[in-house]
């Protein structure tokens, strides 16, 4: 029995997220179908790093399994890779130790979120960007992002649907928005996120770049832990899980 | 009665091509089905530039109507958008006068043909370029390029499936391969195009590329005036018709 690591990216908008659900298309389903195959018809369960949610995409999830074929990484690869559909393409295999765990180990993790800022909309771009036709102003932006760095109480940035029990502080180790032409890209990393947060955040610095709300009020936002101050959430489709570091 | 002209965006993934069939999902289906709704059920025929195929794309696609509705130019668009479905787009409507003829005033047509020409596939793009793993020899493409400019009988570079009577004698203004990073982009402006012509110029020019087809070759193959001797016909999701020029 040995354990593997692997790297995969999908695009998230024709899943029902990417944890398993009966009757749904889901990115966990397809990976098990394929490891189900592999291991004649016997079920391989797989850890992912946590889940994404519907229209959500990965270029970096991790998940790891474990099994008796002694394939090599090469040969991992490529056999999942011809079992699984167009939209998921493992990047990466690695074999790693038996306490390597893809969910408890995790140091860091990196979501970026696609924002097209422009009057048109770009049809081409339609499943991977949130088309914000309003001009933002991305030093506002930028300044409300140091603001929301480091180790906070992040309820105001959590939906109010959550099933998270426990304390909501999480660290924000880097939270940059990154601006090429029309394309801006909200970078956050940081220790673990509540639910929502990436969305709720990104949704409050598009209020910022718009002047509905202003870079130095985050603080008293994070302070009095109320969703209702926040910005809006924005669209899934800009979602991308990026990176996700041991 | 006045004549409308519009420049669509589509994305061409899930239509079966432009062109009107029963039964099939087409571009021009879903326009003359926005339109009919615009004129009380009353149906209304487009005039396009031409049809493209399955899985081909516009960024400048050119049709006209005539219609008695006597919208301003700005209404137009924002109507046929409100009720076209998310894969086309209205980029800009003109009211032009009656004697304007979208397909047969046509002075030149820009394809651009887009390759990603790296080890790994990207998911992200699997619907707008062909992946080619091979390394290519942009400059013995771009020596290609210039061989197939001018005018010439292109029956090489045209499916044995044309419908095409007549003579196969066509104007290549300008063919271009431009290359950013991994992303390269096969540019071809001309009077003209034959069933499946760019399609395979650009398999021809990636085959020159690889090194299995000399760039010297290309003026003996046009000479021959057979479809065996050029290259294969690349997939359809790379092809953009890019710009009609009246």
Redesign the interface.
């Known amino acids: 029995m040995e354990r593997v690591k692997c790297t995969v990216?999908?695009?998230g908008t024709f899943f029902s997220g990417f944890q398993i659900q009966p009757d749904r298309r889901t990115v966990q389903g397809e990976i098990e179908g394929a490891l189900q195959r592999m291991h004649r018809n016997r079920f391989i369960r797989i850890i992912a790093s946590g889940r994404t949610d519907t229209g959500v995409?990965a270029r970096g999830q991790v998940f790891h399994y474990d099994s008796d074929l002694n394939l090599s990484e090469d040969k991992w690869k490529k056999a999942l890779n011809s079992l699984l559909p167009?939209?998921?393409?493992i990047?990466a295999v690695e074999k790693v130790s038996d306490d390597f765990h893809a969910r408890f180990d995790v140091k860091v993790k990196e979501y970026r979120y696609q924002i097209l800022n422009q009057k048109?909309?770009d049809?081409?771009n339609?499943y991977?960007h949130w088309h914000v036709n309003q001009s933002l102003n991305v030093e506002n932006m930028k300044e409300a992002c140091r603001n929301i760095m480091g180790t906070h109480d992040f309820t105001s940035f959590s939906s109010t649907k959550t099933t998270i029990r426990g304390d909501k502080v999480r660290t924000m180790y880097n939270v940059d928005c990154l601006q090429e032409g029309n394309r801006i890209a909200i970078q956050v990393e940081g220790s673990g996120f509540l639910y929502n947060m990436v969305r709720i955040i990104t949704g409050t610095l598009v209020e910022v770049g718009q002047g509905k709300k202003k870079a130095e009020e985050i603080p008293a936002i994070i302070e009095q832990k109320d969703r209702a101050l926040a910005g809006l959430t924005a669209p899934p489709q800009g979602l991308f899980l990026w990176k996700v570091t041991y």
Chains 1, 2 share one sequence.
């Open positions: 990216q999908y695009d995409h167009d939209d998921i393409y990047a048109e909309p049809l081409f339609r991977y």
